[in-house]
């Protein structure tokens, strides 16, 4: 009896592992592909939503390790705001066409294999270590002031540092 519940205890696990890697992947394969969407087709709207299907993509990816708060301002912050506003200025400025040359193609081309080969390199080994080793908060409050605590104390400086580059790129 316990050898049966030992051994459907240990196929619940592989399940589980299992449709985590399935996740982790589909959530790679949607980062990666909206991404090269996004250097490939030709209009800038169809770009925008192929950069939307990117940043879903990395915020499910956060989300994966439990970095909840970063995952929902990454949809909320960019996928909500930032892109709504690209579409916008687009729309108000115009449309070039422009046709990437054959090098360019061929570059990036050689850029999506080398990123391939990371991914299948890390695996989803490295969305489970970064899992186990965040902290479990309470709930999400804590969790905004804990990065807030962090960004205006041990982290001071490279926020002014970012903030000044953004600033100077106005």
Not at 40 to 66: D, F
Not at 139 to 157: E, I, R
Request: hydrophobic residues 60%; contains cysteine.
């Amino acid at each position: 009896n316990k050898k049966v519940e030992e051994s459907k205890r240990q196929l619940r696990v592989r399940e589980e592992t299992l449709m985590e890697d399935l996740i982790y992947y589909a959530f790679c394969a949607m980062a990666m592909l909206g991404a090269l969407g996004v250097l490939m087709v030709r209009g800038y709207v169809n770009a925008t939503m192929s950069m939307l299907l990117s940043m879903l993509g990395v915020a499910g990816l956060m989300i994966l390790m439990k970095a909840y708060f970063l995952g929902i301002l990454m949809v909320s912050v960019y996928a909500g705001a930032v892109l709504v506003l690209f579409v916008f200025v687009v729309m108000l400025i115009g449309d070039r066409n422009e046709q990437p040359s054959l090098l360019k193609k061929i570059a990036l081309l050689v850029l999506w294999v080398l990123a391939g080969a990371v991914v299948a390199f890390f695996r989803p080994d490295l969305a489970k270590y970064a899992a186990e080793q965040s902290p479990e908060a309470g709930n999400v409050l804590s969790l905004a002031k804990n990065y807030g605590y962090s960004l205006f104390t041990t982290f001071m400086l490279p926020v002014q540092v970012a903030g000044a580059l953004l600033l100077a790129a106005m």
